[in-house]
């Protein structure tokens, strides 16, 4: 299994990007992609999932302003952010746990000023 996540950058507060995780040695069907966020100095945290039937699952934090999609041609799994703050500032990964063994992209840094 290969991740890699793509798509960070800088934006000010109220602006918006779209993340992506292209994968490999995956099938995007049965297998759930998770988007992670590591703030400095805390730890990673789970912001959104996507599961293999199709279901997403957000954090609090996330609701109502994250959308977790996939696309199984590409074998790509997004994530739009909307109506960023300064605390959605940190690294994503993107992850999968595939038979006890954890998967990570490399991560791709958000910064969200005020």
């Known amino acids: 299994v290969q991740l890699q996540a793509s798509g960070g950058g800088s934006v000010q507060a109220g602006g918006s990007l779209r993340l992506s995780c292209r994968t490999s040695g995956l099938n995007l069907r049965v297998s759930s992609v998770d988007w992670y966020r590591q703030s400095a100095g805390s730890q990673r945290e789970v912001v959104a999932q996507?599961?293999?039937?199709?279901?997403?699952h957000y954090a609090n934090s996330a609701l109502g302003r994250f959308t977790i999609s996939r696309d199984y041609a590409r074998k790509m799994v997004y994530l739009a952010m909307d109506s960023l703050q300064p605390e959605d500032t940190g690294t994503y990964y993107c992850?999968?746990?595939?038979?006890?063994?954890?998967?990570w992209g490399q991560g791709t840094l958000v910064t969200v000023s005020s």
């Open positions: 996507i599961t293999g039937d199709g279901s997403a």
């Open positions: 992850h999968n746990q595939f038979r006890g063994t954890d998967f």
